[in-house]
T-cell receptor
């Protein structure tokens, strides 16, 4: 089946620094990837849609200057949390869409735990 | 009204029993429907996808879709302790592009040995 890989799985950073998370589709090309954030015991919250070769589309309330998204190739999207603060500590998950005969299927990466201290 | 609703609270089922989960959605034009399983601290894992009315079976899992009534359900037969997780219903609303999903808040399932 399709595999979406995220790296790193967990990261601890100091407040004020920036952290980059990578999302790769390993066996298919993904023109669109998605970035989610999930706080403990809450549902997934879509942050932005990452479009290959163009600017990301951010959801309302998500600061585009704080959460930088780059989708430079059909298999890689990156999320950079800039000037991280403790309230940015969360579980960040990417997903990618694999085309199929019946429709597209969304697969998730393993997720990245970010802790800002 | 939320796009995808999963209203029932935590579901406790004895091992070997059937767990039944329901999900309703608001966009009548929705075309794709998914069930994901999420273990605590892990990312969602795709269990089932269903695109047409009726039942779709995969192992111990059966997804049921009724577009006229705008609901999709998931049955887990012969529930095992390893099935204890949160189950997320996801729908691709019409007009949102072929990739965007709307998620329900999830239903926690606890299988009691």
């Amino acid at each position: 089946g399709a595999v979406v890989s995220q790296h790193p799985s967990w990261v601890i950073c100091k407040s004020g620094t920036s952290v980059k998370i990578e999302c790769r589709s390993l066996d298919f090309q993904a023109t669109t990837m998605f970035w989610y954030r999930q706080f403990p015991k809450q549902s997934l919250m879509l942050m932005a849609t990452s479009n290959e070769g163009s600017k990301a589309t951010y959801e309302q309330g998500v600061e585009k200057d704080k959460f930088l998204i780059n989708h430079a190739s059909l298999t890689l999207s990156t999320l950079t949390v800039t000037s991280a603060h403790p309230e940015d500590s969360s579980f960040y998950i990417c997903s990618a869409s694999q085309p199929g005969l019946s429709g597209n299927t969304i697969y998730f990466g393993e997720g990245s735990w970010l802790t800002v201290v | 009204q939320k796009e995808v609703e999963q209203n029932s609270g935590p579901l406790s089922v004895p091992e070997g029993a059937i767990a039944s989960l329901n999900c309703t959605y608001s966009d009548r034009g929705s075309q794709s429907f998914f069930w994901y399983r999420q273990y605590s601290g892990k990312s969602p894992e795709l269990i089932m996808s269903i695109y047409s009315n009726g039942d779709k079976e995969d192992g111990r899992f059966t997804a049921q879709l009724n577009k006229a009534s705008q609901y999709v359900s998931l049955l887990i037969r012969d529930s095992q302790p390893s099935d204890s997780a949160t189950y997320l219903c996801a729908v691709n609303p019409w007009g949102r592009g072929n990739n965007r999903l709307a998620f329900g808040k999830g239903n926690q399932v606890v299988v009691i040995p």
